[in-house]
């Protein structure tokens, strides 16, 4: 090889790899704003609803088009799951890490997913929606929202867990159980306020994630079962029992 194409090919060389990185990049804008617009779809008719066909017309692209970034309608679908919790975790969770480890940052994790739910009322929430559509199917869609919910859902345990850690719920508080009435609040809102039209569902929400940080505060003291009856107090009862009937 002579020295003009040797330095021909080193003068191309570095204009190709240029020329492919902003191909690269002009793809990966391409295929954010189709996610953006299938997220976008998602929320109102669910992830069912989306297809390669509707995101061609609201983008202004050729199914083909569509079709060459994801490979699949599922691929599509598992790529708006991922894009709405990593927008969850910026608007939840993240901003929640700022607060103290405590009671005062597990209240700032629940204002921040109160603050998305009300937002969502209006637009609809993936992770409910999905549930309804995936809660009898398998596959990786389902596979790939369940994770997502579930990752969520060990932040917040794992804030409940500091709490106790620190002294400020109670020792015996079962997390888990703590968990599952803080998400059946977020639950109950959306039936309530999206569906049934409820007003005030906002404010009693709210109510309750204060009633449950009180039952499980260290001020409150710990629930305890009724005592047994004792043989004799069982016959005592049944004798006065058979007494008042006799009388009647």
Known sequence: MSATSSS???????????????ALQKGQQTKAAIVEAALGLATHIGLEGLSIGALADVT???????????????????????????????????PA???????ERLRALFDNWMKRTSIEIDSGCIYISGAVEFDDRTGPVRDALASSVLTWHAAMRRAIEQCKGLGELRADTNAEQMLFEIHGL???????????????????????????LARYSVDTPAPTAAPAATPAAAKRRKVSNQTTTSKE
Request: hydrophobic share 35%; net charge positive; glycine share 10%.
């Open 8 to 22: 021909s090919q080193a003068t191309r060389s570095p204009r190709s790899r240029s020329g492919n990185g902003r």
């Open 186 to 212: 977020i639950l109950a809102l959306h039936y309530e306020a999206r569906f049934l039209q409820t007003p005030g569902s906002m404010a009693r929400a709210v109510q309750g994630f204060h009633n449950i």
């Open 97 to 103: 890490m700022a607060a103290p480890r405590g009671v």
């Open 60 to 94: 202004g692209m050729s199914k083909s088009g569509v079709f060459a970034h994801f490979g699949s309608r599922e691929e599509l679908q598992i790529s708006v799951i991922r894009e709405y919790h990593t927008r969850f975790e910026q608007e939840v969770f993240y």
